[in-house]
């Protein structure tokens, strides 16, 4: 699903939230593992106010494994319980079950030490559009993506799902926006496929991406496009990926929209390789 974010939708999915965030101890909060800072909700903070929370990084599998390594350590320096997954992968799933159990663990703990009864911690599931959170929903309770609640006519699909004997998750997640302000953000989260393709123009998306493994990922660029990491000239980068991944139109000349569609697609399903489009320096200057 994608949104398009007026004031008015950002106001009902704060709401929203806000309703929901009373029903639970803590918050997931889901982040692109290529593109943690950028995919947050900006006012991710003062939504969730006091509630403890913890980042999974989603998607690992389409990021460079050592600036994940790297994101883990800002996030640890922060004391900020985190973990990066491949929704795909079952250890990776057991890893979210344990930390949120250490999280939820301690907010049980100290029900009791009110004399408060032991009951099962409660946590819900955040994020901005297209990051994962239905898929980490349906692999943490092991069931098929369709959900029988969202066909009508069917009973209205249960509050809470059981994930372990004493960790229970909202069925539904909170659908926040991503920031739009900086245009750089608006880039990556174009480049991951959260905003929306027609928002900035496909092209406009690509030669931001090729500058980008120009500079970070040159040997990928080369590898896979025949792109030199100091080829300035834009048309002769474009000709040169048509010709080798066959973007032409009918009469053999290079097709620049399909040049675009082919590199966002690549990107995208990690058939360049391993990216991250942002590492944790880039928050060390902005911070
Ligand atoms: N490669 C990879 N793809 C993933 C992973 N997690 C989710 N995806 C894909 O990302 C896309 C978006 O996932 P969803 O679960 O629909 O995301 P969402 O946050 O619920 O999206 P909205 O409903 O738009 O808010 C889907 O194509 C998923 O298959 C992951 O860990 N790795």
Known sequence: MQVQWFPGHMAKARREVEGNLKLVDFVIELLDARAPLSSENPMLHQIVQNKDKMVVLMKRDLADPNVTAAWLTYYKERNIPAVAVDASNRDDMKQVVQLAKQL???????????????????????????????????????????KTGDRPGITKQQLWIKIKKDFELLDTPGILWPKFEDQVVGYRLASIGTIKDQV???????????????????????????????????????????KKRGALESGGEVDFDKVSELVLRDLRSGRIGRISLEDPDDVSMEE
Do not use: C, W
């Not at 009110?114 to 349906?138: D, E, F, Q, Y």
């Not at 690509?206 to 990491?229: S, T």
């Open 104 to 146: 939820g663990k301690k907010k049980i703990d100290q029900l009791v030490a009110k004399g408060m009864k032991a009951r099962p911690h409660r946590a819900m599931i955040l994020g901005i559009p297209n990051v994962g959170k239905s898929t980490l929903i349906n692999r943490l309770a092991n069931r098929k993506a369709a």
């Open 200 to 242: 900035i123009s496909l092209q406009d998306i690509v030669v931001f991406v090729i500058k980008f493994l120009q500079r970070k990922y040159p040997d990928l660029l080369l590898e896979r496009y025949g792109v030199e990491a100091d080829l300035d000239d834009m048309v002769e980068i474009f000709e040169r990926i048509g």
